[in-house]
């Protein structure tokens, strides 16, 4: 493909602008669109609201000229290829929100020219692109497949993943036609070394589904595997080790306060939604979110039996919990367990600070919570610190000098010797 070739994005979230990024650095031109006024800004003010693209990184590109970002839609009537990167939440009873992709889908209509190829790489049900997006882009008068070109192509992002960025993980496709799914293949190819290739974009889009699917639920069976331990006086995390020492056959996860972030909390529920107007129940989908999603009261009910042992009821008591990220090392709070945690305290009347190195203060409840100081005299003034999430920045040596009592679901502390450590 010729480095001639102009490239629009449309999305500069978690996907879009790492994607963005990478045919930029490649040398191709690419138009970054996104209807939020302040992201344009700060990357016109060579600043990143991403922890996986540095300030240089976009300095460099926007300086050379690779990289243009806009408000202003109608910058795709420049483009050869449009990739489509926009949210697709959970309405109520698990009910996909397509009203991003269907939004950005009439932007692209509106510009839409022969010879232009779209992919969508927002995770969606199986069946989006060809029974929304095809029709949608064909009341232009022009044909999919012959005069304009249509894929679907899953994004794998990794956020705060060091080893796997964009460029380095391999690439799924799925054309509407076998010219579709070639030109696809021949434009992330630019960019990433391997693009697996296969039949219609309804498989690409069921691949993706398959992937957290399983994600949800190995993890929510290991979040019951805690709890069976628990009752049984096993050590969930030594059982864990000793599996995992199998070469074939098993593959480990690890228990939590539940899945944050945006794919694997909800992306299963868009199968689990397009399986029921089938007429299949998808039971293993439902069953692993109401698990995980109960984890924060069950850790909750943990922490006040913890409590209880030592004579301190729990609306007496003061709580620190430390991480609300829902990943290590990632400034990202969407569907953080740990807030949820803090919630369900509040609710109980529970006096609860939060401490994370990466978050100086979070609106819950409609409250302003700050980050508070982590030191040796504040540690004291709680009776209880719950590690909701471990950071590589916080001082888990200071906590388990001072703290009373450490809960730590996320076992930080694994083959350090402390009875004073009660781990999930």
């Known amino acids: 493909m010729s480095k001639k070739a102009k490239i629009a994005v449309v999305g500069l979230g978690y996907v879009g602008l790492p994607l963005a990024m990478a045919f930029a650095q490649k040398g191709f031109k690419v138009f970054g669109v996104d209807t939020s006024f302040a992201r344009v800004e700060r990357i016109k003010d060579l600043k990143s609201y991403i922890a996986d693209v540095s300030n240089a990184a976009i300095a460099a590109v926007i300086r050379k000229g690779t990289l243009a970002v806009s408000c202003d839609f109608t910058v795709l009537r420049e483009a050869d290829a449009v990739l489509i990167c926009v949210p697709t939440p959970l309405k109520r009873r698990y009910t996909p929100d397509i009203s991003f992709i269907q939004s950005a889908v009439r932007e692209v209509a509106r510009s839409l020219k022969k010879g232009v190829l779209v992919v969508l790489e927002s995770t969606t049900y199986p069946g989006t692109t060809e029974e929304l997006i095809k029709p949608a882009l064909e009341q232009t008068g022009l044909k999919a497949g012959k005069d304009f070109y249509l894929a679907f192509s899953p994004e794998r992002v990794d956020p705060g993943n060091k080893n796997f960025q964009v460029t380095k993980i391999p690439k799924v496709v799925g054309g509407l036609t076998k010219q579709c799914t070639q030109l696809a293949r021949v434009l992330y190819g630019q960019i990433i070394a391997q693009v697996h290739v296969v039949s219609s974009p309804k498989a690409a889009e069921m691949a993706k589904l398959l992937e957290n699917s399983f994600r949800i639920v190995n993890i929510s069976w290991m979040n019951e595997v805690a709890q069976m331990c628990h009752r049984l006086g096993i050590d969930v995390w030594e059982v ?127 409250l302003d919570l700050g980050s508070v100081w982590l030191d040796a005299q504040h540690l004291k003034g709680y009776d209880a610190v719950v590690i909701a999430v471990d950071h590589s920045k916080v001082n888990y040596k200071l906590i388990q000098t001072h703290a009373r009592l450490i809960f730590d679901v996320k076992n930080v502390y694994e083959g350090i010797a402390d009875k004073k450590i009660f781990k999930l």
């Open 240 to 366: 864990i080790a000793a599996a995992k020492t199998k070469p074939f056959g098993f593959m480990p996860f690890y228990p939590g306060l539940g899945i944050g972030g945006h794919c694997i909390p909800e992306d299963p529920l868009y199968l689990y939604w397009k399986a029921r107007r089938y007429g299949f129940n998808s039971r293993f989908i439902r069953l692993a979110a109401d698990i995980n999603t109960h984890m924060p009261a069950y850790c909750l009910h943990r922490l006040e039996d913890l409590l209880r042992a030592r004579k301190k009821k729990m609306a007496n008591a003061k709580v620190l919990v430390v991480g609300v990220t829902y990943k290590k090392d990632v400034k990202d709070l969407r569907k953080s367990p740990a807030l949820k945690l803090i919630e369900l305290l509040r609710h109980r009347h529970v006096r609860t600070d939060y401490h994370d190195p990466l978050v100086p203060y979070v609106k819950l409840g409609g």
